[in-house]
């Protein structure tokens, strides 16, 4: 929730929020970045639909993956245009 | 002082656009003016209707126009087609195109005028249709004096620029010397 | 003063402009096509400096709109009827996001059967969307709502997203004098856009995430509350622009020979000039009668309605569409405001599907209103369909 003023908007940033959990706990598969292979596009942080890959401060860096939220639904694998991103069975 | 009027023209001759310019007169003259189509199967060659009011006050109204004060028609061959004089006021005013005289029954005070051939001397062609808007809205307001043919050619000048706006001059310059009141 | 003539949508177009907006989607649909047809040829001949995104459907179009307003950008779309109901699900999203939008509806007959001339079923329909809802009477008066429109939504009291209601071909395509202010003075008077909050992609954040219920109802409050400061604000701003540019209306509604009526009449739209003429006929024939316009129906002049009514023997209310299953949606509006308030209440349902309703007409449905207030009293009347 946003509140400037009398004003309310419903904005969020991913947190313990609806499901009063770290989401992350739902994961089956979680997704793995190869960064050999990154080319550091960003289509996987422009894609994640949960917000939770995060993009390097440094702009030669390389993205990492908040597991705490990520619920692996694997978007970021499958947009990855160098197969960098492997879905591997939680647990593995 | 209002005075409305209705026009008849087929599509592609330029009759809403005459009715803007006749507003557009009028704002110039420090009147007041409104113009509208009605709109129904619009496409080149269908009959179509434009409508104008023009006033020394604000106009509030903006329903129909039911029972013109003028009538100005584009083509001849619309006499046959639709009744051009339907709700016409007595005493009203109809200003027709036509190669020869054309008179109407009735109380109506009946004024033609070539704007065909004056529009095609002037070579104002588009896709075979000579425009003849401009020239009547020069028969137009000799006719009825509703707002003075200096300020038509101003709006004329307004709409259309250069070489088109000399020759659209020109036509409202010649109908309103030409135009003639037959009844 | 620079009149130029220009049609509804022309005036729309120009108040867009001198708004100084950013980015501009829409779907063509009768009447409101000539509307981004000329933004786009303002843009085209570098008039105007933004950016025009063609869509391929009213729903992309405020879709694309309310992106480019979480952007921080100043935007606007301009629809009718069917497109209107098209991206009706989007209106939701755009009023709940607390962003500041404006959007033009040339209110069009909704089909089947096919129809394209005006009634106001289209806006009427999107009452409960938390979007602000004006109508103009005339070409200025859009012209002038349209400019109002970007100050009142960008207000930190408000931040609603807004409608323009003008009547379809009778405002929308008719030619009339409209003084359009020059952009130095909209600059002095309308300032940089200013929002709760903008997306970027530096920052982290989600709109419209799942809330649980009891947040969502705290969420909704928030927007009636922000309707409600809406009153305020309108008033305001129309008479600031009043000090700017000389013309004022009066706020949430315009009244017209109402202080010394007997009878009041209600009604919303270009209409209301033919009204306020029948009702000069008729105060010529000795009846005390007087308008109320709706100008804006969205938040609703509850109080402005219960103050005119107070004391008056009747309200008739005209409607340019109906509610079904129960009466004209101003006329449900209008009773509920005045259900303390002792008075002669009628509807009446005129225009629908674009029926040309003149001033001989209304000084019939008037007079005929008057003569059954003076037989039979305090009496109430939902639904009377005026045909001619």
């Given at each position: 929730m946003l509140r400037v003023g009398s004003n309310l908007a419903p904005l969020s940033k991913?947190?313990?929020?609806?499901?009063?959990?770290?989401?992350?706990?739902?994961?089956?598969f979680k997704p793995v970045i190869n960064y050999d292979k990154c080319?550091?596009?960003l289509l996987c942080w422009l894609h994640c639909p949960y917000s939770v890959i995060e993009r390097p401060k440094d702009p030669n860096g390389y993205v990492t993956i908040d597991?705490?939220?990520?619920?692996?639904?694997?978007i970021c694998a499958s947009v990855c245009p160098t197969k960098a991103i492997s879905m591997v069975p939680e647990g593995e | 002082m209002l005075i409305e009027l209705r026009f008849h023209g087929r599509?592609?001759?330029g009759a809403v656009k005459a009715a803007e310019v006749l507003v557009d007169a009028a704002i110039l003259e420090g009147k007041y003016g409104q113009a509208f189509p009605f709109f129904g199967a619009?496409?080149?060659g269908a009959p179509v209707e434009a409508y104008a009011r023009i006033s020394d006050k604000p106009i509030r109204i903006h329903s129909g126009i039911r029972n013109p004060d003028v009538v100005v028609v584009f083509?001849?061959?619309?006499l046959k087609l639709v009744?051009?004089?339907?709700?016409?006021?007595?005493?009203g005013k109809i200003i027709i195109n036509t190669p020869k005289k054309i008179e109407i029954e009735g109380d109506y005070e009946v004024y033609n005028v070539n704007a065909t051939k004056i529009a095609l001397d002037l070579k104002l062609v588009v896709a075979g249709w000579a425009i003849v808007n401009t020239a009547m809205l020069g028969a137009l307001v000799k006719a009825t004096?509703?707002?003075?043919l200096d300020s038509v050619l101003k709006a004329i000048r307004h709409t259309w620029t250069g070489e088109l706006g000399d020759k659209n001059a020109r036509a409202a310059e010649i109908a309103y010397n030409e135009v003639v009141k037959v009844k | 003063m620079v009149l130029m003539a220009l049609t509804g949508n022309h005036a729309v177009a120009w108040a867009v402009r001198r708004a100084r907006v950013k980015v501009i989607a829409a779907y063509p649909i009768t009447p409101q096509t000539t509307i981004v047809e000329k933004l786009a040829e303002f843009i085209d001949k570098g008039e105007m400096d933004a950016k025009m995104i063609r869509v391929e459907s009213e729903h992309s179009a405020l879709a694309t709109v309310y992106g480019a307003a979480i952007g921080g950008a100043r935007a606007f779309t301009a629809t009718a009827s069917h497109g209107l109901l098209y991206m009706h699900e989007v209106l939701w999203w755009v009023a709940g996001s607390r962003v500041p939008l404006v959007m033009a509806v040339a209110t069009r007959a909704i089909g089947p059967p096919w129809n394209i001339w005006s009634d106001h079923s289209d806006i009427m329909?999107?009452?409960?969307?938390?979007w602000i809802i004006a109508m103009g009477e005339d070409n200025q008066e859009v012209f002038d709502l349209t400019l109002q429109a970007f100050k009142i939504t960008e207000d930190e009291r408000v931040n609603l997203p807004m409608i323009v209601g003008l009547d379809a071909f009778?405002?929308?395509?008719t030619t009339a004098p409209v003084d359009v202010p020059s952009q130095e003075e909209v600059d002095a008077w309308l300032p940089e856009r200013k929002q709760l909050y903008v997306i970027d992609p530096e920052h982290k954040i989600q709109i419209g995430n799942l809330a649980l219920p009891k947040d969502y109802a705290v969420l909704r409050k928030s927007i009636e509350e922000a309707m409600d400061n809406a009153r305020k604000v309108i008033v305001e701003v129309d008479e600031d622009y009043g000090k700017a540019f000389?013309?004022?209306?009066?706020?949430l509604v315009e009244k017209y020979r109402?202080?010394?009526?007997?009878y009041i009449v209600v009604l919303m739209g270009a209409w209301s000039g033919d009204a306020k003429e029948a009702v000069d006929k008729l105060r010529g024939e000795g009846y005390p009668i007087g308008v109320l316009r709706i100008?804006?129906?969205?938040?609703?002049p509850i109080e402005e309605l219960v103050e005119v009514a107070r004391g008056k023997k009747g309200v008739l209310v005209v409607d340019r569409s109906i509610s079904f299953g129960n009466a004209g949606p101003l006329f449900i509006e209008v009773s509920s405001a005045l259900t303390e308030v002792n008075v002669a209440l009628k509807g009446v349902l005129a225009g629908?599907?674009?029926?040309d309703v003149g001033v001989d007409d209304f000084v019939e449905i008037f007079k005929k209103f008057i003569n059954e207030v003076e037989e039979y009293g305090t009496f109430i009347k939902r639904q009377e369909w005026y045909l001619r």
């Open positions: 991913p947190s313990p929020g609806a499901s009063g959990s770290k989401t992350g706990s739902w994961r089956i080319v550091r596009c597991y705490n939220y990520c619920k692996g639904c694997g | 599509g592609g001759q619009e496409r080149r083509d001849p061959s619309l009744n051009v004089l339907r709700g016409l006021k007595p005493g004096g509703i707002v003075s | 329909g999107q009452r409960d969307t938390g009778i405002l929308s395509h000389g013309r004022r209306y009066g706020g109402c202080d010394d009526a007997k100008r804006y129906v969205r938040p609703f629908i599907g674009g029926v």
